[in-house]
T-cell receptor, first 118, second 108 residues
């Protein structure tokens, strides 16, 4: 079974631009979560999508948004890029996600998209 | 207080030794617990999950959960240089909460 895929793998943008990142979950997984990872802040939760609906959201400004399609693929968008948005953006998928009952299911991570904002 | 706390390390152990990685968590996050390994420049990969008190073994890895003391640990037996990585502890309460990771160096 193919793993989680993310495109593009590397991206260079300038301040003020916007960017869209894509994530395809493991086949059969309906939940996609997005994380930002920086050396200073570690792994920070952005949001989770399940069945095309945002189910959980982290503490990020509204410049960060996402969506999920009917085939469970997800995109995240960052508008008006800032230097501090330079990070590794990780997508993780699971079968039923973060609110699937008393036990939260395992998440499997994609390879990530490394974004550099100049 | 952060939901999940880990000592950032680095933790250095000689090859063949047991590496012990520890993680504490707050009351809020107490459903499920996970250990991920992350090599430099790569994404996290799952090592183990544990849901109930006690030990869970998988090859050279043993996860230990103590809910009364609110800690979870990962033991790596017969440590190898290839085990050198950052180990992330995660706990969940409706979403994943990750610790900042412990860097492990296994010296040949």
């Amino acid at each position: 079974k193919a793993g989680v895929t993310q495109t593009p793998r590397y991206l260079i943008k300038t301040r003020g631009q916007q960017v869209t990142l894509s994530c395809s979950p493991i086949s059969g997984h309906r939940s996609v979560s997005w994380y930002q990872q920086t050396p200073g802040q570690g792994l920070q939760f952005l949001f989770e999508y399940f069945s095309e609906t945002q189910r959980n959201k982290g503490n990020f400004p509204g410049r960060f948004s996402g969506r999920q399609f009917s085939n469970s693929r997800s995109e995240m968008n960052v508008s008006t890029l800032e230097l501090g948005d330079s990070a590794l953006y990780l997508c993780a998928s699971s079968q039923s996600g973060l609110a699937g009952g008393p036990l939260v299911e395992t998440q499997y991570f994609g390879p990530g998209t490394r974004l550099l904002v100049l | 207080q952060k939901e999940v706390e880990q000592n950032s390390g680095p933790l250095s152990v000689p090859e063949g030794a047991i590496a012990s990685l520890n993680c504490t968590y707050s009351d809020r996050v107490s459903q499920s617990f996970f250990w991920y390994r992350q090599y430099s420049g790569k994404s996290p990969e799952l090592i183990m999950s544990i849901y109930s008190n006690g030990d869970k073994e998988d090859g050279r890895f043993t996860a230990q959960l103590n809910k009364a003391s609110q800690y979870v640990s990962l033991l790596i037996r017969d440590s190898q240089p290839s085990d050198s990585a950052t180990y992330l502890c995660a706990a969940t309460f409706n979403k994943f909460y990750f610790g900042s990771g412990t860097k492990l160096n296994v010296k040949p």
